[in-house]
């Protein structure tokens, strides 16, 4: 196993870590505000999709990087 094929690992490895215990955390707040707010429930579920989205951007990104790594 070559040098490279480490860092591309480590990369995506290290790289999604924090956005899956990231929506984990967003998922939970989520849910607690909609127990105690279910009339709130729309809103919630709005930014709930959008913070998602910003925290899966960063998986993407770590992605990216592990591709350019592996074949440039």
């Known amino acids: 196993m070559e040098l490279k094929d480490l860092a591309v690992a480590l990369a995506i490895g290290l790289g999604t870590i924090g956005p899956g215990i990231g929506v984990g955390l967003i998922g939970k707040g989520a ?42």
Not at 52 to 72: G, N
């Open 31 to 72: 849910m607690e505000a909609i127990g105690r707010n279910p009339e709130a429930s729309n809103q919630i579920t709005t930014t709930l999709i959008l913070s998602i989205a910003f925290a899966e951007a960063i998986a993407i990104y770590a992605l990216v990087i592990a591709l350019i790594i592996k074949f440039v």
